[in-house]
């Protein structure tokens, strides 16, 4: 029992140097920058998908009390985006370079692309979770975030970190190919 205890303590104190070097993201809109997006959100089961620019923002390091550090992403005002394709699952947009993106996400399932296809709510509906083509559209930009805005008030940071390859799995989690 004891041995277990002294294992346990050094794989604690492993994990905390490990985490010493993380950083952890923050994303913050401005109330005038949620005001004007919360506006322009409607819960309508047939819209397409949205897209802004991100005019201002400021980026803010700090390092963190225990080690590592806090990135902190203020976006300070946004415009709505020249789109050239849209529709209930995707819009069609290009931020000048150095401009990151903000899309938005429906409140609504939609079977097929055609706003026919789509119903109130449902398992698609309210999505905050970035598509592999929003990441891969993050990556080829070379941005540091992205935003999707997924409900009225709900707004989602990503970052380029989190498109990462896999961990290789060890041999005794399974059986997975
Ligand atoms: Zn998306």
Redesign the pocket.
């Known amino acids: 029992m004891l041995a277990c205890t002294a294992l346990l303590a050094i794989v604690f104190v492993a994990g905390a140097r490990e985490l010493d070097a993380q950083t952890v993201r923050y994303g913050v809109l401005d109330d005038s920058v949620s005001a004007q997006l919360r506006a322009a959100w409607t819960d309508d089961s047939t819209q397409s998908?949205r897209a802004y620019c991100i005019q201002r923002a400021r980026i803010a390091s700090r390092p963190a009390l225990g080690g590592g550090s806090d990135s902190i992403f203020r976006v300070l005002a946004v415009r709505p985006a020249v789109t050239t394709g849209q529709d209930p699952n995707?819009?069609q947009f290009e931020c000048a370079p150095g401009t990151p993106e903000l899309?938005?996400?429906t409140p609504a399932t939609c079977l097929t692309d055609d706003a026919g296809s789509c119903r109130a709510d449902g398992p698609l509906a309210y999505?905050c979770q970035?598509?592999r083509?929003?990441y891969e559209e993050l990556i080829a930009r070379g941005d540091q975030y992205g935003i999707?805005q997924c409900d009225r008030r709900a707004f989602r940071f990503y970052y380029p970190s989190e498109y990462a390859a896999a961990p290789q799995r060890s041999r005794s989690t399974g059986s997975a190919p």
Do not use: F, G, Q
Request: proline content about 8%; charged content about 15%.
């Open positions: 998908e995707h819009v899309h938005t996400h999505s970035p598509s083509s929003d999707i």
